[in-house]
């Protein structure tokens, strides 16, 4: 199971930081990506970080803003949001990939997903 935590409301150009802990299959290797939606869109990668932390990768949108980052040993991801913008707000979901090796971009190749996390950007 995935817990998303740390959403909330913050200015623009402010900041934020959620929080994706697993429990349960902990012993198993796999990546962990976000995702975003926002009200009447499409759901969106965020960011992806492999089990070893290796590989690393963001969307287009976020590149340079956010940080994704893990602790293995408290089985949490952590996901920095810096330089907020209105158009950043959406529901934030966590979710893991059973894998040993890399990170997906794409939803589809997730295996479970946290409930998600309500991030809003006032302007």
């Known amino acids: 199971q995935l817990q998303a935590s740390g959403g909330g409301l913050v200015q623009a150009g402010g900041s934020l930081g959620l929080s994706c802990e697993a429990s349960g299959r902990t012993d198993s290797r796999y990546a962990v990506g976000w995702f975003r939606q926002a009200p009447g869109k499409e759901r969106e990668f965020v960011a992806a970080i492999s089990y070893s932390g290796i590989s690393i990768y963001y969307g287009d949108s976020v590149q340079g803003r956010f940080t994704i980052s893990k602790d293995n040993a408290e089985n949490t991801v952590y996901l920095q949001m810096n330089s907020l913008k209105p158009e950043d707000t959406a529901v934030y979901y966590c979710?893991?990939?059973?894998?040993?090796?890399?990170?997906?971009?794409?939803?589809?190749?997730?295996?479970?997903w946290g409930q998600g996390t309500l991030v809003t950007v006032s302007s």
């Open positions: 979710a893991a990939d059973l894998r040993a090796y890399g990170a997906s971009l794409f939803d589809l190749e997730y295996d479970y």
